[in-house]
């Protein structure tokens, strides 16, 4: 099985989210909580039906990942660029993402 992590935007602002070991949302994919058989997939996808309800954040998935020398990688690009941010010069405090990171 391919290891998860549970990811989301927060319903405030928008800012893409990753749940962390302690239950909270975090900005940082680094900080998320890696699930590594089906039954810690199953309560992410609890939680994060939850957390959807309770009106904390949207768009929830779980999302593959694999850990290369203790750094989390998502497999799929578009959730690259959602933990590294724009992939060009976007507005003043938003860095372009890192292209060796977003690179497939």
Do not use: C
């Not at 099985?1 to 990753?18: E, Q």
């Not at 994919?29 to 904390?56: C, F, M, P, T």
């Not at 929830?60 to 750094?71: D, F, L, P």
Request: hydrophobic share 45%.
């Amino acid at each position: 099985m391919v290891d998860k992590v549970l990811t989301a935007n927060r319903l405030t602002d928008g800012i893409a989210v990753w749940l962390d070991a302690n239950g909270k949302w975090s900005t940082s994919l680094q900080d998320a909580l890696v699930a590594r058989h089906a039954e810690a997939v199953e309560a992410l996808e609890a939680i994060g039906k939850k957390s959807y309800a309770d009106n904390e954040v949207v768009d929830v998935a779980v999302v593959e990942v694999q850990e290369t020398n203790g750094v989390l990688w998502p497999l799929r690009l578009r959730e690259r660029i959602r933990a590294q941010g724009p992939t060009m010069e976007y507005a003043p405090g938003y860095a372009p993402a890192d292209p060796e990171f977003i690179a497939v």
